[in-house]
């Protein structure tokens, strides 16, 4: 391959420190490589206005840390790539796997057409410490159960993260403008989101390859005490990495590497890892259970459509519902395009649970509006908190919204943080729903009773399990 250029396509692997594929590129080019990131219609539709406002900062950041030779195209990736490798000559595409629903499917296509066309494709590593489908069960099949799961990913050789390549020759080559990001994105937008807001979060997280060691180093210094602090969101005691992670900007081999203690904090944290790692392993093997509740017995639940659901959906998703927690984590989500993770538990269990309203509609207003929205992540953690998926709380496990903000916000903290009518509101009132009504005029009245409401989950729950029992 003397003097030939390998192309090196960016994905979920935003960075250039442990990147095995593009270490790989480099090698088979002897470092002539061409950098290229697609901006592809079928994965951008999908996105709302704050993930793609984060996606363009994060290659932009990637962009200058190549010297501004990223190669930005747009369109299906293998018309891109063959059209890139006649313009270039290049006879080798690498880039790291995808184990998506999606992205396999693509991948198998790219591979099958530019092999046919005399360009070779190689997909090396993937974005988990461990490749989804690696661990298995006795009897050979994918673990349906987080404990056994984490006992085969704790066993797994994890090797040590590599340097970014160095002397590397980045071919230039005439590229798109990062605007069309904006152009094709959010063309799957639900009807059901009416007149919901669409403008990007507007205190986003920072982006990029440093900002993510930046965010990394300032979290470890601050980690122990993450076992019980993390609950807390009032608290800035999670990592808040997802964002990284989720873009590939960081690696979780590399936070794994740098977690070397054996504290109740590290190996919590290590927990959470192997959480994310557990559901990408379920979706690889059973990629239905994006759309689809996993659990049989769970899907003749009845749930509420129609006008009324539609403004009561409204209402939890701008945060609000008169339930000063559900809120205060939707305004977050609104704001910074992020939500802490026990608010996340909260609010959906408040969707299904109290609302009555399917899984699915929370799920897509949160992979709508999250920049770190992971499908994997996001719709099995939602079939978590409906008792729906693998290793699900049970349904009746049902989140008081007011008992969880006096457990985990008991000074409002974060209600005072994130819903400005409640500010001057002291605790425990601005926790009540409603934010106690006799000393709140203007934050609105709770638009369900939690409790009566509660009893109506469990009623459906018994006619799911009826009608299971019963057959068609």
């Not at 190669?71 to 890139?84: D, F, I, M, S």
């Not at 099958?112 to 090396?124: D, E, I, M, P, Q």
């Not at 489908?133 to 050979?140: L, S, W, Y």
């Not at 994130?418 to 006799?438: F, N």
Request: hydrophobic share 40%.
């Amino acid at each position: 391959m003397s003097g030939t250029a390998t192309i090196f396509w960016f994905r979920r692997d935003l960075r250039l420190r442990d990147n095995p594929a593009l270490v790989e590129a480099v090698r088979s080019s002897k470092a002539k490589v061409l950098a290229l990131f697609v901006i592809d219609e079928e994965f951008c539709s999908a996105a709302g206005p704050t993930r793609l406002a984060y996606l363009r900062r994060t290659l932009q950041a990637l962009d200058g840390s190549l010297g501004g030779s990223l190669v930005l195209r747009h369109g299906e990736p293998t018309a891109v790539l063959l059209e890139l490798a006649r313009e270039s000559g290049a006879r080798a595409v690498v880039a790291t796997g995808d184990y998506g629903p999606r992205g396999r499917a693509r991948d198998e296509r790219v591979a099958a057409t530019l092999a046919a066309a005399g360009v070779s494709v190689v997909f090396l590593d993937s974005p988990y410490v461990v490749a989804p489908g690696t661990v298995r069960t006795v009897a050979g099949s994918g673990c349906l159960v987080f404990g056994a799961f984490k006992r085969g990913w704790l066993r797994e050789a994890v090797p040590a993260p590599l340097d970014a390549p160095e002397g590397v020759e980045w071919v230039r080559a005439p590229s798109r403008s990062l605007d069309e990001l904006e152009h094709l994105g959010m063309r799957e937008r639900p009807d059901y989101f009416g007149e919901l807001p669409d403008g990007p979060a507007s205190r986003p997280p920072a982006a990029g390859e440093d900002a993510a060691w930046s965010q990394w180093s300032n979290f470890a210094e601050h980690l122990e005490g993450y076992e019980h602090d993390r609950e807390v969101p009032g608290l800035d005691a999670t990592s808040r990495l997802s964002p990284f992670l989720r873009f590939g900007a960081l690696h979780p081999r590399q936070v794994l590497s740098a977690l070397e203690g054996t504290t109740p904090s590290h190996e919590k944290f290590r927990d959470e890892l192997c959480w994310r790692e557990f559901y990408a392993d379920v979706l690889f093997h059973h990629p239905e259970s994006a759309r689809r509740t996993f659990q049989p017995s769970m899907r003749a639940l009845r749930v509420d459509h129609g006008p009324e659901a539609l403004e009561r959906f409204h209402c939890w998703a701008r945060g609000e519902t008169g339930y000063p927690l559900v809120d205060a984590g939707m305004r977050q989500l609104l704001e910074e395009g992020w939500m802490h993770n026990r608010v996340r538990m909260v609010a959906a269990s408040f969707l299904v649970k109290h609302l009555h309203l399917d899984w699915r509609w929370g799920a897509k207003w949160f992979m709508w509006r999250l920049v770190d929205a992971d499908l994997a992540s996001n719709q099995h953690g939602w079939q978590w908190a409906a008792g729906t998926g693998t290793d699900a709380a049970p349904f009746h496990r049902v989140f008081n919204p007011t008992l969880q903000a006096t457990r985990f916000d008991p000074e409002g903290t974060y209600v005072h943080r994130y819903v400005d009518e409640l500010r001057s509101t002291p605790a425990p009132a601005c926790l009540e729903p409603g934010g106690s009504s006799l000393l709140t005029s203007n934050y609105p009245a709770a638009i369900v009773d939690a409790s009566e409401e509660r009893l109506e989950a469990l009623r459906r729950f018994a006619e799911a399990r009826a009608s299971l029992a019963v057959g068609p």
